[in-house]
């Protein structure tokens, strides 16, 4: 009988928190906000070649309609753009022949605050379709195909996980031997730490964008990074040095507070961005959930600023939901609009229709707070 009240008295108190939170949030993320950064980031972005380059427009988008926003702060003190220093690209030869390398029409939402995507709300049961009426958003008006076989729901809240010192040394002892490891086995690390060691790690501020285990992030401390910061929907604890974890939400008050806001040096993403707007782990259902995060790390990263970014890539476009989104010639330029593509570190694209297979980590820079380089 008392636990029954105690549990209610705990569950009201929880939802008059969250509520008030949410009032806190929408205050502040607010119009007011919007009006002092109010530029079309896709206009802008056009105007920084880099290495005297600007790719030609894309052919595969022409018209399509996309929503992904804007940044409603700048990521530079007063608003000002500064000098960036621009890798040279090494072109991708899939890449090449694909035209991943072009410049897309302008977003549809020039004054859509990105972060408002963290406002939309969760989904609570397994959605198995897309609702019609989002059909040609979630497709870009019917030119990316669905298959619908296979699915999953993540049905439970995670765990709240608790990130030790002993758990870290684990992966970063595997890091030191070379080894295949983290949570998908894999190098596909080690050619990033190596060559991006000196511009984009050691003495660097360090964001990763969603984990389930620290495997980058202890890559990245036993780089000399001088903080990671993880930003993951499920609870995390860590009682490692120099490591931080924050909830999306969490972080998004915090950006939106300028005294508290974080620049970061480098960002990290592997196999996250894919799933996001799918609710697969219930996550709102948002057929450009993918774009508006790539908008929220512009504004949490440096003028010229590393992001590494791994999604599928294969050289057709593919939607398997809920699973994730398999990104080709049509999503790709879409997705990259706003960074510099530097490299793809290991393997191309994948060309077999469906094979979600190759995820390398594609090395990126943001334009967004440079002027032209
Ligand atoms: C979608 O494509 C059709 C046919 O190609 C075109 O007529 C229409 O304008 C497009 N819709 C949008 C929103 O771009
Ligand atoms: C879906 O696309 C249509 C244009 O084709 C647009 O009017 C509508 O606002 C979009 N919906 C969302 C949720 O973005
Ligand atoms: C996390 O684990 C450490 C070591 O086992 C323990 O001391 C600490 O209390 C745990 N923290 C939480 C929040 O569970
Ligand atoms: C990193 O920072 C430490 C402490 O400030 C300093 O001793 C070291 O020289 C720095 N390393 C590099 C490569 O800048
Ligand atoms: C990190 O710092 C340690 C201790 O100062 C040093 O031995 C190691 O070489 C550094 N690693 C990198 C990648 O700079």
């Not at 502040?28 to 972005?45: E, M, N």
């Not at 202890?218 to 993880?230: I, M």
């Not at 510099?340 to 594609?362: C, I, K, W, Y």
Request: hydrophobic share 35%; net charge neutral.
């Amino acid at each position: 009988m008392m636990k029954t009240i105690y549990i209610t008295i705990l569950a009201i108190i929880i939802i008059v928190t969250l509520a008030l939170l949410q009032c806190g949030m929408y205050e502040t993320l607010g119009d007011d906000k919007l009006k002092s950064f109010p530029i079309d980031l896709s206009v802008y972005t056009r105007q920084i070649p880099v290495h005297g380059l600007v790719d030609p427009a894309c052919s595969r988008t022409k018209n399509v309609y996309v929503c992904a926003g804007i940044c409603p702060w700048s990521n530079t003190p007063n608003n000002e753009r500064i000098a960036c220093f621009f890798l040279p690209r090494k072109p991708n030869p899939d890449f090449v022949a694909n035209n991943i390398y072009c410049t897309p029409d302008p977003d549809q939402c020039p004054s859509y605050n990105a972060w408002l995507k963290d406002d939309l709300p969760q989904t609570r049961q397994h959605i198995q379709r897309i609702p019609d009426n989002l059909m040609s958003n979630f497709t870009l008006n019917y030119s990316i195909p669905i298959d619908y076989s296979n699915q999953q729901f993540r049905t439970t809240d995670t765990w709240p996980a608790n990130w030790t010192i002993e758990s870290i040394e684990k992966y970063r002892k595997q890091v030191r031997a070379r080894e295949s490891y983290g949570s998908y086995n894999s190098k596909d690390i080690y050619p990033a730490l190596d060559n991006y060691a000196s511009l984009a790690i050691i003495n660097k501020t360090c964001a990763v964008i969603g984990t389930e285990n620290p495997w980058i992030e202890a890559a990245l401390l036993e780089y000399n990074a001088s903080s990671v910061t993880t930003i993951e929907y499920a609870t995390i604890y860590s009682s490692a040095p120099r490591l931080y974890t924050i909830t999306p939400m969490d972080f998004a008050r915090k950006q939106n507070n300028a005294k508290e806001r974080q620049l970061f040096d480098s960002v990290w993403s592997y196999s996250s961005i894919e799933h996001d707007g799918l609710g697969r782990y219930r996550d709102p259902l948002n057929p450009y959930g993918d774009f508006q995060t790539m908008i929220k790390i512009t504004c949490i990263l440096k003028p010229g600023g590393f992001l590494f970014l791994s999604v599928p890539l294969n050289t057709h476009d593919f939607i398997q939901f809920n699973l994730h989104r398999i990104y080709g010639p049509i999503r790709l330029p879409l997705l990259y609009r706003h960074f510099h593509v530097v490299e793809v570190l290991g393997s191309g694209m994948a060309n077999r229709h469906g094979d979600s297979g190759t995820q390398p980590f594609v090395v990126l820079q943001n334009k967004i707070g440079c002027n032209s380089a």
